[in-house]
């Protein structure tokens, strides 16, 4: 995954880094939240530098080395070296449960586990819908607990057609990857995308049942 950085300023009395800007991840390595971190340096040379960034985030460690290059400091490394993608806060708020699911599934990804990537973003769904059935009282616990992904699918979202297109697409493509047989011939790409506008049409349903400010009743 190639890193989008963003540049911080640091203050230090090291001449390697005298002109105080760094190239960091604008995405903590560790949580996928922006990134704010303390820095220190832990050990420098006359061209290169290995820092400490702590995310104030998730209380993480993050390391990068920082080399100077014609007196413009360039970030050449960071470790962990996989950047997690940014999920939604209100969705991470709603379904902690999801966001440990997704990391795992990413995890496994990243190291060319894909079967249980694709079997772990399946999971993902379900989690997700469900605690968001649970959240909006749309059936009760024991209801929800025992209703399969299919079914779920049509009972809490019947009315919403993009909604169950995109859970679908994900249900069908990630039993795929659970079955002796795999029946579709799409990748993970595939299945991450239609993930994502799920995610982001709950994202958007979670925003619209908590807005910021509404019009006052007439």
């Given at each position: 995954m190639i890193y989008k950085f963003q540049t911080t300023t640091y203050t230090s009395a090291y001449p390697l880094l005298s002109q105080k800007k760094i190239?960091?991840?604008?995405?903590?390595?560790?949580?996928?939240v922006s990134n704010n971190p303390t820095t220190k340096i832990l050990i420098t040379s006359e061209n290169f530098g290995f820092l400490y960034h702590h995310c104030t985030a998730c209380n993480e460690n993050h390391y990068s080395i920082q080399q100077n290059i014609e007196n413009r400091i360039s970030c050449k490394a960071v470790y962990p070296t996989i950047q997690p993608s940014n999920l939604p806060p209100q969705v991470v708020e709603?379904?902690?449960?999801?966001?440990?699911m997704y990391r795992d599934a990413e995890f496994a990804e990243n190291n060319d586990s894909i079967e249980l990537a694709g079997i772990g973003y399946?999971?993902?769904?379900?989690i997700l819908l469900k605690d968001y059935a649970f959240k909006f009282e749309l059936d009760t616990h024991e209801g929800i607990a025992k209703t399969n992904l299919n079914n779920a699918i049509s009972k809490y979202f019947k009315t919403d057609v993009d909604t169950q297109t995109a859970a679908d697409v994900?249900?069908?493509?990630?039993?795929?990857?659970?079955?002796?047989?795999?029946?579709?011939?799409?990748?993970?790409?595939?299945?991450?995308s239609y993930l994502a506008i799920f995610i982001q049409?709950?994202?958007?349903?979670?925003?619209?049942?908590?807005?910021?400010?509404?019009?006052q009743a007439k």
């Open positions: 190239e960091i991840p604008a995405l903590c390595p560790n949580c996928g709603l379904s902690p449960r999801f966001e440990k399946r999971a993902c769904l379900e994900v249900r069908i493509l990630g039993n795929d990857y659970a079955h002796w047989e795999k029946g579709e011939e799409y990748d993970i790409e595939m299945l991450k049409i709950i994202n958007t349903k979670l925003m619209l049942k908590n807005p910021p400010v509404s019009r």
